[in-house]
């Protein structure tokens, strides 16, 4: 119950994310860098340790854990690289926006907000320290999900009003995901696995999507304090890593 607890916090991010990009986007760059630095340092400090401590002691080749870490970096690129991105800039080809594309993208980004609910309910069948930083990460990244959500709907001429029932959706997602986990539980192997996977997908937005995002615009006077953010989320995770341990 604790990871459907931690589950709802996501439904408030990812609702003040839609929010936000439906009033205003200029301090987003800010947010996102602070938010990729959060995720490296999940991944650095807190994912990457579990997993070597949980392969030590089950007697587990923690390798097979890199190679989950290996195809959910790449899962993601294709998923994002092939669906979502090319949905998402339709409109740099052709004159057009088309309402259903954008509904189409944001059911994506949903059931990609849902697998962020299972991933919250799986790393708390790890330990209630995992589940608490994996459960912190994704709730940072979920602001960004609601932004993307609301902005795919509305590029492509969506009304506000449908944007605000998709948004809905996408919030309420992660809860249902984490939900999902009271019926099952993994053993010990299949969690290593997990962990590797989730790795692998926290690297990928962190550092191949947020991170390049947030820069995308920025002028050179800012890039230095955006990579200074970037620091200070690791830093912030190493910190929150220690404190709990």
């Known amino acids: 119950m604790t990871a459907v607890l931690f589950s709802i916090a ?13 009033k205003h986007n200029d301090r987003l760059h800010y947010i996102l860098s602070f938010t990729a630095g959060v995720l490296l340092g999940v991944v650095s400090f807190d994912v990457l340790p579990e997993i070597f401590a949980l392969a030590q002691k089950h007697g587990y080749n923690p ?23 090319h949905h998402a800039h339709e409109n740099v080809y052709t004159p057009h926006h088309h309402p259903q594309v954008g509904l189409l993208s944001a059911l994506a980004l949903t059931g990609h907000s849902f697998m962020d609910g299972v991933g919250i309910g799986l790393a708390f069948q790890v330990s209630a320290g995992v589940g608490t930083i994996v459960a912190i990460a994704v709730i940072a990244h979920d602001f960004c999900d ?9 590029v492509h001429q969506n009304e506000k009003r449908r944007a605000l029932k998709m948004l809905a959706l996408d919030a309420i997602a992660p809860v249902l995901g984490a939900a999902s986990t009271l019926f099952f539980h993994l053993p010990p192997q299949g969690l290593i696995l997990f962990l590797g996977f989730f ?7 962190g550092a191949a999507d947020i991170l390049p995002e947030a820069h995308s615009k920025a002028t050179p006077g800012i890039a230095l304090r955006l990579v200074g953010l970037t620091c200070l989320g690791a830093a912030f995770i190493f910190t929150v890593v220690h404190i709990a341990g």
């Open 10 to 22: 996501t439904f408030f991010s990812t609702f003040m994310g839609g929010l936000f990009a439906l």
């Open 63 to 85: 390798a097979h854990a890199m190679i989950a870490l290996v195809v959910g970096f790449l899962l993601f690129h294709s998923v994002e690289k092939l669906v979502l991105i």
């Open 199 to 205: 790795a692998g997908f926290l690297l990928y937005i």
């Open 146 to 154: 609601g932004l993307n959500t609301v902005v795919l709907m509305l």
